[in-house]
């Protein structure tokens, strides 16, 4: 990792997670004026990318956010960008990325449709983000309250583009019997938002089975997936248990 006097939000959050003296370097209420390096970037390895994520998104529920000179920021990352994390959400404004991760300009790479629907267009913007800028993460962030998938979970036509509506009844079907429109407050972990977080997990396979670059990243260890389920009234982020048997909602970790 490269050394600088005033370490970037990805090496600070980093360091500090591993607890390896970032504080040292920069004091608590000192903010943050320089983008990551592609060096403070690379040395991540994927599940440690996840890492920052998580943790960042505590800071930003906790309201413990680092401290950040934004138009210095800006300035200093004119000349281009090496993001962490690549995520792909639905277009609700609601939905901060990248502000509910506590991570800064040029941090994370945004694809935005109806639904988290993996259009063409934003399956494109993932293998850039991967195979040209480098992220570490593949994220799908889903959350409750989203008419689109409400519509589209109750049949209705054309509420979401292709393949959207294909994939809504996927979930349903994987979930089990039929449920009431989505939405609901994740705490409850009703099923309506098992069948989104079902959804969500489905979304993520379909990418990968889409783009063989981002297979190949994946498969080599280049590249990590996350599957999010973003709280609409909290902006907390909870974690899909990849590992277990049935879709279920894993603490906020």
């Not at 000179?69 to 993001?83: I, Q, Y």
Request: aromatic letters at 4%.
């Amino acid at each position: 990792m490269s050394t600088t006097a005033t370490p970037s939000v990805l090496a600070c959050a980093f360091l500090a997670l591993l607890a390896a003296g970032c504080g040292a370097a920069r004091s608590a209420d000192e903010p943050i004026t320089d983008p990551p390096t592609a060096d403070e970037r690379d040395a991540l390895e994927p599940f440690r990318a996840l890492e920052v994520l998580k943790e960042g998104n505590r800071r930003f529920v906790s309201g413990d956010e680092l401290p950040r000179d934004w138009k210095a920021l800006v300035e200093n990352c004119a000349e281009g960008a090496h993001p962490l994390a690549a995520v792909l959400t639905t277009t609700d404004a609601r939905v901060l990325v990248p502000r509910a991760f506590d991570l800064g300009v040029g941090d994370v790479v945004q694809a935005r449709t109806l639904g988290a629907v993996p259009t063409d267009g934003a399956v494109a913007a993932l293998e850039r983000a991967v195979v040209v800028d480098g992220a570490k993460e593949i994220v799908v962030l889903v959350h409750g309250d989203c008419s689109e998938l409400h519509d589209a979970y109750l049949g209705v036509a054309d509420a979401l583009p292709a393949p959207g509506a294909a994939l809504v009844l996927d979930a349903k079907r994987a979930v089990g019997p039929d449920v009431q429109p989505l939405g609901g407050p994740l705490s409850e972990a009703s099923l309506e938002d098992v069948v989104t977080i079902e959804l969500g997990k489905r979304i993520l396979r379909h990418v990968l089975e889409r783009s063989a670059p981002l297979r190949e990243a994946v498969d080599g260890g280049r590249v990590g997936t996350a599957d999010g389920y973003y709280q609409i009234t909290t902006g907390a982020s909870a974690w899909v248990d990849a590992g277990a048997g049935a879709p279920v909602v894993a603490t906020q970790d």
